[in-house]
């Protein structure tokens, strides 16, 4: 058999970080829920069930913990830092779905959440 697409998921990653426009997130932060799918041949790890031969879901949380616990104003910058990271860091990645979340954001709305989604092809990813 032959593996058509595969992913690694991170789904509902938490952070509380110093994202946001207004004074009061720089100051108090907020919370922020951040979901991954990253696309790469899955296909050694399949044969040889080591760590070596796929993406290490824990160093890919290190990239985007690092990339949380710097400031921004908008969520968009955050995102595509954290995409930049990804790709420079995995360069076996070939898709990128990034979903990040402010809970509760500070607009006067009653809602679970506001935030920005991003679906990225790595354009330098030998296939």
């Known amino acids: 058999m032959q593996a058509g697409s595969a992913y690694i998921l991170l789904e509902e990653l938490h952070f509380h970080a110093f994202h946001g426009v207004m004074p009061q997130e720089s100051k108090v932060g907020g919370d922020f829920l951040l979901s991954l799918r990253l696309g790469?041949?899955?296909?050694?790890?399949?044969?040889?069930?080591?760590?070596?031969?796929?993406?290490?879901?824990?160093?890919?949380?290190?990239?985007?913990?690092?990339?949380?616990?710097?400031?921004?104003?908008?969520?968009?910058?955050?995102?595509?830092?954290?995409?930049?990271?990804?790709?420079?860091?995995?360069?076996?990645?070939?898709?990128?779905?990034?979903?990040?979340?402010?809970k509760n954001p500070p607009m006067g709305a009653d809602c679970k959440g506001a935030g920005v989604e991003l679906h990225l092809i790595n354009d330098k990813t030998k296939r």
């Open 40 to 102: 790469y041949d899955i296909t050694k790890a399949m044969q040889t069930d080591r760590v070596e031969d796929t993406l290490n879901y824990a160093e890919v949380y290190a990239v985007v913990k690092e990339e949380m616990e710097k400031p921004s104003a908008l969520l968009e910058h955050v995102a595509g830092r954290i995409a930049d990271a990804l790709a420079a860091h995995f360069l076996q990645v070939t898709t990128i779905d990034l979903t990040l979340v402010k």
